[in-house]
């Protein structure tokens, strides 16, 4: 499970996760606490969740040819940015500043 901190001034909320999902991923559903998206591009199955001002997110993936790789990792990066306010950069050295301390 991954942990990615919600910039401030943004929204952490279920409802705008719920817009964000259908707007990047289309249909998702709601088992066990956590919003569930199947089967799109190289994810076999997203699992994502907001508690406090941090996004909890699961994924598994599949093998895929690269084009469509690509097209994931896009979509991927957008939401999460679109959500977090962070880029894929930003969180990129976020992590690497987690993994020194």
Do not use: P
């Not at 599949?62 to 994931?72: P, Y």
């Not at 896009?74 to 301390?101: D, I, P």
């Amino acid at each position: 499970m991954r942990e990615y901190k919600i910039k401030k001034g943004y929204e952490a909320s279920n409802s705008r996760l719920e817009e964000i999902l259908r707007k990047y991923f289309g249909n998702f559903s709601f088992e066990s606490g956590y919003y569930v998206v199947r089967n799109f591009g190289g994810i076999e199955e997203l699992r994502a969740k907001v508690e406090r001002k941090i996004l909890l997110v699961e994924t598994k993936t599949k093998l895929v040819d690269d084009e469509t790789a690509l097209k994931t990792l896009k979509t991927y990066n957008g939401f999460l940015e679109e959500f977090t306010g962070y880029s894929a950069k930003e969180r990129q050295k976020m992590l690497k500043k987690e993994v020194e301390s």
